[in-house]
């Protein structure tokens, strides 16, 4: 299906394999920078991730000139301020992102500082409304989900406000994307199993909702293959660097798509529960894949089907019988994760209280992505589901 | 070397473009202040906003604007003007915007396809989209809302009321908002 009119864009060079990481020097000369600002979490230098990083600087002319720590679970404008002003400070010339989706966007947010020369993030919210050349960024992930090292898309609370704001540009996306499974390894199993659901929600809304395209659906196809034949498989064995790297490529997959297709309701409502009641995102998301997908099983029944090969279900019989079975498939895939991982399988075991189901709803409503979902839903419809997930 | 064109000047067809969205703001705004008057469903939408909140559309880059406030509970339209928007919803260009004023397009379908793009909060932006929603429920003919909306909206004997309501006070009240 071609749609009426759709774009597409991704500038990210992608650095993937055994001892990729050794190329970061010669990746930030070719940007032109030699100073770098590394942006992490204490969870990252905890596992031991950042030696490898400064033992990449070894013989080389490019060095790393601040390293910022201390990104919280959920990055913010007052630490994306921090960040910025460390870096002029120290007279950095490029981000290097290592670690998740947190201190990959907060990298992101401060770059929207720096470049654009403000002290004020919040006026930048919305999209497409930056102007200014961005500074080189170079992302490490350590977690294969968030595929953040792949979008044009930050997400980064408001903390006086109370609010997440969302800035979207195709400056954001980063120069260069390092998958080296190495920087995997350490990854808890249930962690493991969280974000790869992450990635897996991500490239099945893109391919379901009303933005997809023919060029976004190759890149979610792709990233549902590797998910289908590899998560299983990082989880038992966490130490195999095969399945790792093609863990991460699958995120980094499910990125792209997403970034160009949106994602839809399982979104909306994840990040309303993130926000609310502190549900972690993966888990939310696995959780409520499949109750997304069957809501939007009237709107989009035939897509749905042509998922079933590709989750790994039979790709037999009529349009419903198949559309029924690649849900299915998801939940099975959730159980088999709950079994080896302990990954939650409703809201009541991921901790969520019945009373916050309203103001979950309120939030998911005014959530961005709700748009791109194939059929709307009020307040009562997102209650509906939260009930069934419960 | 041949000619150098530093600007291509408006053509006849242009400026008819850009006279047809300009009616349609003002038609919009219109119908977004009284639809805010009788629609109890509008009503609900806005007593979420905050009082004074501004809200922008048009067309980006010096094209056709309008900005609406929240004044006392209602929709005030303020002019085909920006007057300090906090929200400013643009379409690319005039051939977008047509799209949507003259019923081919859903206003959802115009983001999905980037033909519009939003400076402002994105969750304030989810509730001007369900209002604007609310507002062409009362100001399209039906066969339009059946293309356009993801699920056509559903009419009560009351929506009807509103509906014959604000299509009787459409022009006498688009008069005094010429001047705005």
């Known amino acids: 299906m071609v749609p009426n009119y759709y774009e597409f864009f991704v500038p990210v060079k992608i650095v993937s394999g055994s001892k990729a990481l050794p190329n970061l020097p010669y990746e930030m000369d070719q940007l032109g920078a030699h100073r770098a600002m590394v942006v992490t979490d204490q969870g990252v230098v905890a596992a031991g991730l950042l030696g490898p990083v400064k033992a990449a600087f070894e013989g080389s002319n490019c060095a790393i000139a601040a390293i910022f720590d201390q990104t919280p679970v959920d990055s913010s404008s007052t630490v994306c301020n921090q960040v910025a002003k460390l870096f002029r400070e120290k007279n950095c010339d490029c981000f290097i992102a290592l670690g998740g989706g947190s201190a990959i966007d907060t990298a992101k947010g401060a770059n929207i500082v720096v470049s654009e020369n403000t002290d004020d993030l919040l006026k930048f919210q919305g999209h497409e409304r930056l102007k200014a050349r961005m500074k080189p960024f170079i992302v490490i992930p350590t977690t294969a989900g968030t595929g953040s090292e792949a979008t044009s898309v930050a997400v980064i609370a408001n903390v006086e406000a109370g609010v997440k704001m969302s800035f979207s540009s195709p400056r954001l996306y980063p120069n260069v994307a390092i998958l080296d499974p190495k920087m995997l390894v350490t990854m808890p199993k249930k962690i493991t199993a969280a974000t790869g659901m992450d990635a897996l929600t991500h490239a099945v809304e893109a391919y379901i909702n009303l933005q997809k395209n023919p060029v976004s659906d190759a890149f979610a196809l792709s990233a549902i293959a590797l998910v289908r034949d590899n998560l299983v498989k990082s989880v038992e064995n966490p130490n195999d660097e095969h399945t790792r790297l093609a863990m991460a490529n699958a995120a980094l997959l499910g990125g792209i798509a997403f970034s160009n297709s949106l994602v839809g309701i399982v979104h909306s409502i994840a990040h309303a529960a993130g926000g609310v009641a502190h549900v972690p995102h993966g888990v939310a998301n696995a959780i409520l894949l499949p109750w997304g997908m069957e809501y939007n099983l009237g709107m989009r029944q035939d897509i749905i089907a042509e998922l079933a090969p590709w989750l790994g279900a039979k790709a037999e019989g009529a349009s419903a019988d198949r559309a029924k079975a690649a849900i299915q498939a998801v939940r099975d895939l959730c159980k088999k994760l709950n079994q080896l991982a302990g990954l939650p399988l409703t809201l009541k075991e991921a901790g969520l209280k019945e009373d916050k189901f309203e103001e979950i709803a309120k939030q998911a409503i005014n959530d961005g992505t709700m748009n791109y979902s194939p059929k709307d839903a009020t307040v009562e419809d997102i209650i509906a589901i939260l009930k069934k997930a419960y | ?180």
């Open chain 2, 1 to 180: 070397m041949g000619e150098v064109i530093i600007a291509t000047p408006k053509s006849l067809t242009y400026k008819l473009k850009e006279f047809v969205i300009t009616s349609s703001l003002l038609a919009f705004g219109t119908t977004f202040e009284l639809v805010s008057k009788y629609s109890p469903e509008l009503k609900k939408e806005l007593a979420d906003w905050e009082e004074g909140r501004t809200f922008g559309l048009g067309v980006w880059n010096g094209g056709p604007v309008m900005t609406i406030q929240k004044k006392d509970g209602r929709a005030v339209y303020l002019g085909l003007k920006l007057v300090n928007p906090k929200l400013t919803i643009f379409f690319r260009n005039v051939d977008a915007a047509l799209l949507i004023f003259t019923g081919r397009l859903g206003s959802h379908m115009s983001f999905i396809e980037h033909r519009a793009f939003l400076q402002g909060n994105l969750g304030e932006a989810m509730q001007t989209a369900r209002a604007m929603n609310i507002v062409q429920k009362f100001l399209m003919p039906g066969f339009i809302l059946n293309k356009t909306f993801k699920v056509p909206p559903k009419f009560t004997l009351a929506d009807y009321l509103v509906k014959a309501r604000v299509m009787l006070m459409l022009v006498p009240a688009m008069i005094p908002n010429l001047f705005k």
